[in-house]
């Protein structure tokens, strides 16, 4: 579908990196792109309370391409239901994620690692449509911004980055404030990768880039790249030094038993509307790690449902 959105004034730059992953995702990937393209509207329509004539031009553009987009893809359950489409985006930005860490540990630096660790975390910021972040989406959304900016102003620079997590003097800062940083009017340089300067003791505050010259990393390229990952098991820390990037593959699993796969188990739990629903997440992520053959994922992910739903334990 045709895509006639105007360019954004100044005054709605704040959502000119949500549009221009949407376009990078209308032929690779359309839930990506649709839901890009409403976060860039709720961002869009709480900028002002008067638009003008240039803002409201583009704003229309977008309803009215939203509302196409419902009636083409009225059958993607993904576009559709907001369960489902949680879980792709999930998924996805994971995705990109995993495979740009491998690319920092293997030392591999060049745009593509850039671009992997930046749209990444365009789309952790899209998922906050659907409520708070996980504490796993939020640890993975900080590096990734941070870790964009690094990389690029190292190789803008002509200097070798470091893989891994940045070695802070103060590893108990929080860097909330860059979160938000980035979504202020004006942040974006859509010339060039905008990214402030970053030294290894200082939290970083990068501004967005909204121009790439190159292509995503394939989804099937990353998902393979994810799964020859070493072991990264996540472990919360509420002062933490560094970062552990999050792998759901690596999450302990509980282990088979007649009490959940027995031919005579019958057990089931009294849940509440919030377990049922946490239940239904996991199912719908497993079909969505069915979606990119991993495995792994989609048996951790229907294991936690089994669990949730005959003792009413969160295995998460």
């Known amino acids: 579908m045709s895509v006639n959105i105007p360019d954004c004034p100044p005054s709605l730059k704040s959502i000119q990196h949500y549009l221009k992953t949407a376009a ?6 359309p839930v990506v792109a649709y839901w890009c393209r409403l976060h860039a ?34 059958d993607n359950e993904a576009i559709s239901s907001e369960v489902v489409a949680q879980a792709h985006l999930e998924n996805y930005a994971l995705k990109l994620f995993l495979f740009a860490d491998k690319q920092d540990q293997e030392q591999n630096y060049g745009k593509n690692i850039v671009k992997a660790f930046y749209t990444a975390g365009v789309i952790y910021d899209v998922l ?21 900016a ?9 200097e070798t980055p470091v893989p891994g997590p940045m070695q802070s003097e103060n590893p108990g800062q929080d860097d909330e404030q860059s979160t938000n940083d980035v979504n202020q009017p004006g942040t974006a340089n859509s010339q060039t990768f905008g990214f402030t300067n970053i030294t290894p003791a200082t939290p970083p505050v990068p501004t967005v880039p909204t121009s790439f010259t190159n292509s995503l990393p394939d989804p099937n390229a990353a998902m393979q790249a994810a799964s020859q990952l070493p072991p990264v098991p996540y472990t919360p820390d509420p002062n933490p030094g560094g970062f ?4 759901p593959s690596q999450q302990p699993q509980p282990a088979p038993s007649n009490t959940f796969y027995g031919d005579n188990s019958t057990s089931v739990a009294q849940l509440s509307p919030d377990q049922i629903a946490k239940a239904q997440k996991y199912c719908k992520w497993a079909s969505s ?28």
């Open 24 to 29: 990078e995702h209308d032929s690779r990937d």
């Open 41 to 74: 509207l709720q961002v869009g329509l709480k900028v002002t309370e008067k638009k003008t004539s240039e803002e409201t031009k583009v704003l229309m553009a977008i309803m009215d391409w939203l509302e196409e987009a419902k009636k083409i893809f009225k």
């Open 128 to 148: 906050t449509t659907f409520g708070d972040l996980t504490d796993e989406a939020t640890q993975n959304r900080k590096y990734a911004r941070w870790k964009a």
């Open 150 to 158: 690094y990389i690029h102003n190292c190789l803008k620079n002509g």
């Open 244 to 247: 552990v990037p999050y792998d």
């Open 289 to 316: 790690a069915l979606n990119y053959d991993d495995i792994k994922t989609a048996i951790m992910n229907l294991r936690n449902a089994l669990e949730l739903l005959q003792t009413g334990r969160d295995p998460a």
